[in-house]
């Protein structure tokens, strides 16, 4: 069964910091996989999907990494502003019954940028 | 603006009673999904439909119903069976697969509590 984690669960960075998210999933054989934004009360923002083929993502001051083998994702955040403060879900998708993509999503990592 | 819209933000149900989540959505997407968050165990699948009058079960649906009469509508009741409904409901719609650069999009979910 694919199992999502997310480390840390919380992390507070002063402003202008670089920062790494991380997730994990245990099965390698994923379709895609997703990083999220969610603001308190909100839906969820997709910021990156990264194909099983690709290794990474740009967008922006964000950059997704994906190392299938290691089973291990990371989300860079370059230059961190008051507004990037959210909970940060990631996702892995597994393709199944022939047309849908299926979402495991891990925990989240609720982020606060101090100013 | 293409989106996807949730109603009501808010509903209460009362013991024994039946209420419907409303999800519509304006992207001409053929797939529809309703997710189940609690607070630190992340989003759940609850139902899943992948093109008008077809639905299937995802990973927690006991308890709860839909429909898909209409590409562009997928409304999720919320039985009396389902003992522990407290919680936000969000709705999510994508192009099928097998096109893995397709990312879910979310509308603003409701809050459903027990009165």
């Known amino acids: 069964k694919q199992e999502v984690t997310q480390i840390p669960a919380a992390l507070s960075v002063p402003e202008g910091e670089n920062l790494v998210l991380n997730c994990s999933f245990t099965?390698?054989?994923?379709?895609?996989l997703q990083w999220f934004r969610q603001d308190p009360g909100k839906g969820l923002t997709s910021l990156l999907l990264i194909q099983s083929s690709q290794r990474e993502q740009t967008s922006g001051r964000l950059n997704a990494s994906l190392d299938k083998s290691s089973g291990r994702s990371t989300l860079y955040i370059a230059a961190s502003q008051p507004g990037d403060s959210a909970t940060y879900l990631c996702?892995?998708?597994?393709?199944?019954?022939?047309?849908?993509?299926?979402?495991?999503f891990g925990t989240g990592t609720l982020l606060a940028v101090q100013p | 603006d293409g989106g996807i819209t949730q109603s009501p933000k808010y509903l209460f149900r009362k013991e024994g009673q039946n209420v419907t989540l409303s999800c519509e959505q304006n992207l001409n997407h053929d797939a529809m999904y309703w997710y189940r968050q609690d607070p630190g165990q992340g989003l759940r699948l609850i139902y899943y439909s992948q093109i008008v009058n077809d639905f299937q079960k995802g990973d927690i649906a006991e308890g709860y119903s839909v429909s898909r009469e209409k590409k562009e509508s997928f409304p999720l009741t919320v039985t009396s069976a389902q003992k522990n409904p407290t919680a936000f409901y969000l709705c999510a719609s994508s192009h099928a697969a097998p096109r893995g650069d397709q990312p879910q999009h979310f509308g603003d979910g409701t809050r459903l509590s027990i009165l």
């Open positions: 099965d390698s054989a994923i379709y895609n």
């Open positions: 996702a892995v998708s597994l393709l199944f019954s022939g047309a849908t993509n299926k979402l495991i």
